[in-house]
């Protein structure tokens, strides 16, 4: 049988050029990296570029074999020959690598021996067939093998010692690779075979044949992928050390300008060992040496306490390892003065990465600093704002829904007082104990109130020493604690509640004398302050004692309700917070300085009022009929509340008047609609969906003439409506209600409402 009856697998021989075309730009690649490697590592790239040639285009003759079929005839191989075929490419490539990478002249020479070599490899690989049938070669295919073969080599030999690119490389190995498989498959061509037995019918067969080829060649993409993707690897680290190498020697150049030419920085080189080597015009104007610091160790620009503790060593070494070290800290003068400086210590290496010295820059950012302080103060002030007013929307809701539930109390108590047949002292104390703990707890809701800013007031014009004057008699403490006032003579009025302004000064004057248990001096004075031209006035009412004083930290929250310094049983910790509420409230503020072992000193700025006092004009009587409020009436009762609204009624039934009772807005005006004989109605704000003003515009215009009442914890009503309404503040007791309804009665024309 001769070569023409044999065929080749079509898929197996494009698997063998794609392999060849692969170990040739692998070749090409790693030969790259052999002539950019050092002298310790270029061996290493010489036998990885060899391995890739020699190894890759014996995987493809392999393959290309195993695609080879021969009809009848089973095929298989050598182990030795086959072994020996391997290495001869392997060996041959290395040595034309290493002989042409020494002399390049020699690279024809090397080409036709590597080229040899290859075809060696061929013949050797043929040899180790082991077959049914015998081998006669065609000289003209075999010399034109081993043409293609040497000049493939040559070829390969010439582009890895140039410079190529990647697109280059790319083509290169697509057309040695072709060269490569012609080689072997013009070898093949020169091949016929001649079977020494036939068997008539009897298909051939190669046992495993297309899974081994693929094997191999999976094997062989996969160490020729290791081998570009380390080429590729040292490629980029190569180009990323040169950037850098390049971009140092851009810094250096640019450090040395900026040394020799910037006079506003500290900028200095150090040696290895810490000793000052140079430094400029900057570092002499800031440090305030001279060129007598040249071999100092820069330890001495720090302070004693970082050189204690090591500091300048570890700035260095950190600079060594990382590079860079940069630090905000104290740095010493010459004359010995501090300032806060910005340092950063650069390491300087050379060429072979070793370290030659390290660069220093100084800043002086003491006015920065200072910045951020004040920076850092303003938002812990606006955080402490922030957590106030938060702690006094809880506290108002709170003290709101308190003083429903005190209403109640109150009221229950009052009626069951009055109804209580019994002489039992024991009783009545009881009871009696039960009223005063209900009114003490409406005084905390009234000093919630007045933290939260939503406390009822009715400011005025207030002439401050008059006010205190007139407050002598209840500032008297201790023979040990004196009370000095001090006011000059034209200072301005104010316009605030003067009862709640009575009792802030009470309770500061109370703070200040607890916190002098020995006793003391307590001085009350005042002043105008204007800050400056066009700003509002105001006067500064303080409360100063020479007591204990408090800490920066108590200082801090001493304004915060339920915080006090007195101990358990001493103090609500709300007298702190009433008269912040009242100032803020008033437009004004508190404002607390204290200093440990001195006192403190508690300042009420409070705005100036722009009307002079003036008494209050008599009105006018009028013709229109007095609504009298000494007979029985008609009430309609509003209040979202069942316990205040069942408390309500009954004071209101035992006042002997006639109750409707309503728990909503839109239930009130349905009942009012219904009932024609309604003459008060006594409704509260606060109510979900329609507040009590809202119902009281209502029934103004639905039942103009009828009398409203208006009851809440709270004071946020509008400003225009606070003028025309009667307030009745919860909680209230069955006297306050019956003088709010009298007030209420009296009223002529239009339907006044009440507030609280």
Not at 68 to 94: M, N, Q
Not at 187 to 196: D, K, L, T
Not at 368 to 389: F, G, N, P, V, Y
Request: hydrophobic share 50%; with cysteine; proline share 4%.
């Amino acid at each position: 049988m001769n070569h023409h009856t044999a065929s080749h697998d079509p898929v197996l021989v494009a698997l063998s050029i794609l392999i060849a075309a692969l170990a040739s730009y692998t070749a090409l690649d790693l030969a790259t990296r052999m002539r950019a490697a050092s002298e310790r590592a270029r061996p290493a790239w010489l036998a990885a570029a060899a391995t890739a040639m020699g190894g890759g285009i014996w995987s493809m003759h392999f393959v290309g074999m195993l695609a080879f079929r021969l009809p009848g005839v089973e095929i298989s191989y050598d182990p030795f020959l086959t072994f020996l075929s391997l290495v001869v490419p392997i060996v041959v490539a290395a040595a034309a690598f290493a002989v042409v990478g020494r002399r390049p002249r020699a690279l024809l020479v090397s080409g036709l021996a590597m080229g040899l070599g290859i075809s060696g490899m061929h013949y050797t690989g043929m040899g180790a067939m082991r077959m049914a049938a015998s081998v006669a070669y065609d000289p003209r295919w075999v010399v034109l093998s081993v043409v293609i073969a040497m000049c493939a080599s040559v070829v390969a030999l010439w582009l890895a010692f140039r410079k190529t690119s990647a697109t280059q490389r790319l083509f290169a190995g697509l057309v040695m690779g072709l060269a490569i498989s012609g080689m072997h498959y013009a070898a093949m061509e020169g091949a016929s075979f001649q079977p020494a037995n036939t068997v008539a019918g009897h298909a051939g067969h190669f046992v495993g044949r297309a899974p081994l080829a693929f094997l191999l060649a999976g094997a062989t993409i996969l160490i020729l992928s290791i081998g570009i993707a380390a080429a590729v690897y040292d490629r980029a680290s190569a180009e990323r050390a040169q950037r850098e190498a390049s971009a140092l020697k851009r810094s250096e150049e640019r450090f040395r300008l900026l040394v020799e030419g910037i006079a506003d920085h500290a900028m200095f080189m150090i040696e290895p060992n810490g000793a000052v080597g140079n430094w400029n015009l900057g570092a002499r104007r800031l440090m305030g040496y001279g060129d007598d610091i040249v071999g100092t160790s820069y330890a001495i620009l720090h302070t004693d306490e970082d050189r204690a503790s090591g500091a300048p060593a570890r700035a260095l070494l950190e600079a060594e390892r990382y590079g860079k070290s940069a630090v905000e800290a104290w740095r010493v003068r010459r004359d010995g003065s501090r300032f806060w400086a910005e340092a950063t210590l650069v390491a300087v290496r050379n060429e072979s990465g070793l370290i030659t010295g390290f660069a220093k820059i100084v800043r002086d950012i003491s006015e920065r600093r200072q910045a951020q302080e004040a920076l850092d103060r303003a938002r812990e002030a606006l955080t402490l704002s922030q957590k106030m007013e938060t702690i006094g929307q809880l506290t108002g809701g709170v003290a709101h829904d308190f003083n429903n539930l005190l209403a109640a109390v109150l009221g229950s108590l009052e009626l069951l007082k009055k109804r209580l047949q019994t002489d039992d002292p024991k009783i009545q104390r009881l009871v009696d104990n039960a009223m005063q703990g209900a009114q003490r707890g409406a005084l905390l809701t009234q000093r919630l109130l007045a933290f939260a800013r939503k406390q009822d007031l009715k400011p005025a014009v207030v002439d401050i020493a008059a006010l205190v004057r007139g407050m002598a008699a209840l500032l008297k403490f201790e023979a040990g604690v004196r009370i000095d006032t001090l006011f000059p003579l034209d200072l301005p009025n104010v316009k605030i509640d003067a009862n709640q302004l009575e009792l802030a000064i009470l309770n500061l004057a109370v703070n200040a004398r607890d916190a002098m248990p020995a006793g003391g001096l307590i001085t009350i004075s005042a002043r105008d302050e204007q800050q400056e031209a066009g700003a509002p006035r105001y006067v500064a009412l303080s409360v100063s004692d020479t007591g204990c004083g408090m800490d920066e930290e108590t200082l801090k929250h001493a304004q915060e309700p339920f915080f006090t310094t007195k101990g358990i049983g001493k103090g609500t910790g709300l007298g702190l917070s009433m008269v912040h509420g009242l100032a803020e409230q008033s437009g004004g503020r508190l404002v607390l300085k204290s200093r440990l072992g001195v006192g403190t000193t508690a300042e009420i700025w409070l705005p100036v009022a722009e009307e002079e006092a003036a008494l209050p004009a008599p009105r006018a009587e009028s013709s229109a009929p007095m609504l009298r409020a000494d007979r029985r009436l008609s009430v309609l009762l509003v209040d979202d509340d069942p316990l205040v609204l069942e408390n309500t009624a009954a004071m209101l039934e035992d006042l002997g008047h006639a109750v409707v009772e309503a728990r909503s807005g839109e239930e009130a005006l349905d009942l009012l609609r219904r009932t024609q004989t309604v003459e008060l109605v006594v409704t509260d704000y606060a109510m979900p969906v329609m507040t009590g003003l809202q119902l009281a515009e209502a029934v103004v215009v639905e039942r103009p003439g009828t009398v409203i009442l208006l009851s809440t914890g709270y004071a946020e009503l509008p400003i225009d409506a606070r003028s025309n309404l009667h307030r009745l503040s919860k909680p209230f007791d069955q006297a306050a209600l019956e003088k709010a309804i009298q007030g209420a009665m009296r009223e002529r024309g239009h339907a006044r409402s009440v507030v609280a």
